[in-house]
C-alpha cells in the first residue's frame, strides 16, 4: 500500500511569489490535514478537509488556502509569500480522522529568498 | 485552544530507560498521540492513548491521566536509533485537529 506522496520535495520561491503544494492520501483515506514545521513553532496545524469540505482550520492567515478533490487528493496554496513561510510542510492522511492515527507524509521543504 | 507543554530536550544512555513528559490543557479532548520524528524525516505513529491508563506496544509504552491533563512516553531498552524527536499531539473534538506539542529531541548515548 503506497504511503501519503507530497510533491515536490524542495522548493525555493523568491519573496511575493506563490506556491501550490500537492498530497495524495494513502488509498481509502477521506482525511488529509496540512501542518507547517518550523524550528521555531514546531508543527502547527493548517486545515484539515475531509470529503472535499474544509472540517477544520487552524490560525493562519487568509494567505494560507487548500482544497481536496474528489479523489480525496489535496493541495494546499501560499500567496504573497513572506521570508516566515520557509518551513516543512506536512501532509497527513487518516481513515476517518477520529480515533485513528495519522500517516505523515515526507514534506515539501520550503524556501523563500 | 490547547496547550501541550513537553521538555525540549533529554539525554539518556544506551540500554536505559527513560520517560517523557507531556502535559495539556485543552478546551476539547478527543485522544493523545505520540509520535517519533527522525531528523530529517516524517513523524511516525507511535501510540494512541483516549482512556486513562498505561499502553504497553513493545519497548515503548504511553500511559495517560485525563484528570490530570498528564502523559508520558516510556521508552525500555534504549538503542542508538531511538535518537529523535518525540511529539505529543491531542486530538480535539472536532474530528481531524490535532495539536502538537514542541517535541522533545532525545539523543541516546552510548
Keep these: 500500500k503506497a504511503g501519503v506522496t507530497q510533491t515536490p520535495r524542495y522548493l525555493i520561491k523568491t ?10 492520501p494513502i488509498s481509502g ?4 490535514s496540512w501542518y507547517q514545521q518550523t524550528p521555531g513553532q514546531g508543527l502547527q496545524f493548517l486545515f484539515e478537509y475531509f470529503s472535499e469540505t474544509q472540517r477544520n482550520k487552524g490560525n493562519f492567515p487568509g494567505r494560507f488556502s487548500g482544497r481536496q478533490f474528489s479523489n480525496s487528493r489535496s493541495e494546499m496554496n501560499v500567496s504573497t509569500l513572506e521570508l516566515g513561510d520557509s518551513a516543512l510542510y506536512l501532509c497527513a492522511s487518516s481513515w476517518e480522522g477520529v480515533n485513528t492515527e495519522a500517516f505523515f507524509g515526507q514534506g515539501t521543504r520550503l524556501t523563500v529568498v | 485552544g490547547q496547550n501541550i507543554d513537553q521538555p525540549t530536550e533529554m539525554t539518556a544512555t544506551e540500554g536505559a ?3 517523557i ?3 495539556y490543557q ?5 485522544g493523545l498521540f505520540w509520535y517519533q520524528q527522525h531528523a530529517g524525516e516524517a513523524p511516525t505513529f507511535l501510540s494512541y492513548n483516549v482512556l486513562d ?4 506496544k513493545g519497548r515503548f509504552s504511553s500511559f495517560l491521566s485525563r484528570s490530570k491533563g498528564y502523559s508520558y512516553l516510556l521508552l525500555k531498552e534504549l ?3 531511538d535518537s529523535a524527536s518525540y511529539l505529543c ?3 480535539d473534538t472536532n474530528a481531524g485537529k490535532s495539536t502538537f506539542g514542541d517535541g522533545t529531541t532525545l539523543t541516546v548515548k552510548p
Design chain 1, 29 to 32: 483515506h477521506r482525511s488529509v
Design chain 2, 89 to 91: 499531539a491531542v486530538r
Design chain 2, 79 to 81: 538503542q542508538m536509533k
Design chain 2, 53 to 56: 491508563g498505561l499502553e504497553e
Design chain 2, 17 to 19: 530507560i527513560v520517560q
Design chain 2, 26 to 30: 485543552t478546551s476539547g479532548f478527543n
Design chain 2, 21 to 23: 513528559n507531556c502535559t
Design chain 1, 15 to 24: 519573496r511575493g511569489q506563490q506556491v501550490t503544494l500537492s498530497c495524495s
